[in-house]
């Protein structure tokens, strides 16, 4: 995920069960002082959401109380953490993913801590092993999505991978996220620089510009509004039967329609796909840094990764997390999706979006 707004693809009419208001009043105090509860508070993007009864026996079990604040997409939440980090809205941030790792620790944004249930974490998902700044909560896979109908009624068959996105047949066809201000949008193209190298993936952007790639700044926009497959697209008017979003997608489209189908109305072209994994840390000014880490602990324990699936639309890191059958079988992870080192991501990422900028959006 995120970035982010992975799971608000529902925001038309197909809301997010369990999201979590901010629970526990501004007046609670932090620390737990004299009679008040102990909150602790979580910062994070928009498409954070947990079922009510697993966060209710974490508050049970730790004795805090737990307020969430939202702050937008991923990396505007990730600016305005940074931004605030010396006076921090809240003790854990939750949402920072791979491609904006970097920027979140030179920014010097949180403080260690080694998550109790980190040994359980799948090892291609651990990362900063040396200071554990960050813990790892979730993955997924940003991905090309397609709407079924649209290709079954003009008899063409959807694309598979980037090359295919650039040809002729698939013009004017697909809509993607700004890479500037949306962290889909920085994972396509971080595939596309996966795929192409530093050498050939400005190349392949002059193609798919001049195939007729339409750039909206947002998740919400591209998939909400101008996407035709989506239950939001189709009230909007979305003529774009290509989008930019998650390989999770499609569950949401079964999960939220009633009556349910028996089959998602959107597919994902599997060649497309760039692994996203998202973190979460204790931020370094924490007012409840003992609360923060109690929260961070439960982020890994096996209710709390086995809840995300159905309310964030993300797979679990952690070893031996079981996923629900509806998920897995309409939303299955990538078979071999784009990776790059986040040394190369850190050391690229301002000077590609740069690049890009200048590409597609002069």
Known sequence: MSITKKVSVLAVGLGMVGTLAACGSSSDDAGGGSG???TVTLVSHDSWAASKDVIAAFEKESGYKV????DGDAGQAVNKAILTKDNPQGDVFFGVDNTLLSRALDNGLFQPYEAKGSDQVRPEYRTDQDKHRVTPVDTGDICVNYDKAWFSEHKLTPPKSFDDLVKPEYKDLLVTENAGSSSPGLGFLLGTAAQYGDGGWEGYWKKLEANG???VDSWEQAYNEEFSGSAGGKKAGGDRPLVVSYASSPP???VYADPQPDTAPTGVADGTCFRQVEYAGLLGNARNPEGGKAL???MLSKSFQEDMPLNMFVYPVREGAQVPEVFS?????????QTLDPAKIADNRDQWVKSW???VLK
């Open 296 to 298: 961070l602990d439960f």
């Open 67 to 70: 307020k969430v604040l939202k």
């Open 252 to 254: 949401v489209e079964v």
């Open 357 to 359: 900028t200048s590409l």
């Open 36 to 38: 008040g509860a102990k």
């Open 213 to 215: 790639v339409k750039v």
């Open 329 to 337: 079988k309409f939303g299955p992870q990538a078979k071999d999706p």
